[in-house]
């Protein structure tokens, strides 16, 4: 069984459409995480979700807008997709954010998305 | 802004040397820090936590954490090609009654035979 498991692996589209991809987690943990990796390997955190809720809300331009139906699944649906948005997109989780010991993320294996 | 910073390399070693990595940060509240492999292609898998100063060491890696400096550094003894991956330091960030995992850009590593 796969610890976190993101869909689909690979997207490739033109400008100006809209996708989404999905996450799972079977741990049982509490916070996901959607993290864009540039080019350059740079991972940014995008958004966070605590058991459902919004806890994070980096600098994301409004086209991106996350879901948390509960806690075990996180999606990200894209709007308008432009050039720049060409990333590898990682899902991950862990135990809880509020604990300060702790921060062991398990990643899915990334959603590169091509922008035409 | 906070930061993590890493020199972007590539550092290149001979199989069987030691590998030293390193890393900082700004944010002197941070309370936990990761060092994460990643393969080409791959997603990011831990490798080593540290979370008080000194070292921690977990088979040919150690971990060395100043809080004092604010460097956290990954020490690989008797490289192997397969550690040839890029290393990406994490250090978890207190937002909002939250602790958020902030990544450095990576440091890629080649150990040649």
């Known amino acids: 069984d796969t610890a976190v498991s993101q869909t689909p692996k690979y997207l490739v589209t033109q400008m100006g459409n809209d996708k989404s991809i999905k996450c799972e987690q079977n741990l049982g943990h509490d916070t996901m995480y959607w993290y864009k990796q540039d080019s350059k390997k740079f991972l940014k955190i995008m958004f966070s979700?605590?058991?459902?809720?919004?806890?994070i809300n980096e600098t994301v331009p409004n086209r991106f807008s996350p879901k948390s139906p509960d806690k075990a699944h996180l999606n990200l649906h894209i709007n308008s997709l432009e050039l720049g948005d060409s990333a590898v997109y990682f899902c991950?989780?862990?135990?809880?954010?509020?604990?300060?010991?702790?921060?062991?993320?398990?990643f899915g294996e990334g959603s590169r998305l091509t922008v035409l | 802004q906070k930061e993590v910073e890493q020199n972007s390399g590539p550092l290149s070693v001979p199989e069987g040397a030691i590998a030293s990595l390193n890393c900082t940060y700004s944010?002197?509240?941070?309370?936990?820090f990761f060092w994460y492999r990643q393969y080409s292609g791959k997603s990011p898998e831990l490798i080593m936590s540290?979370?008080?100063?000194g070292d921690k060491e977990d088979g040919r890696f150690t971990a060395q954490l100043n809080k004092a400096s604010q460097y956290v550094s990954l020490l690989i003894r008797d490289s192997q090609p397969s550690d040839s991956a890029t290393y990406l330091c994490a250090v978890n960030e207190a937002s909002g009654g939250s602790y958020i995992p902030t990544f450095g850009r990576g440091t890629s590593l080649i150990v040649h035979p």
């Open positions: 979700y605590n058991n459902k809720e919004l806890i």
């Open positions: 944010d002197r509240g941070s309370q936990s």
């Open positions: 991950a989780s862990s135990q809880g954010a509020w604990i300060p010991n702790t921060g062991e993320l398990f």
């Open positions: 540290i979370y008080s100063n």
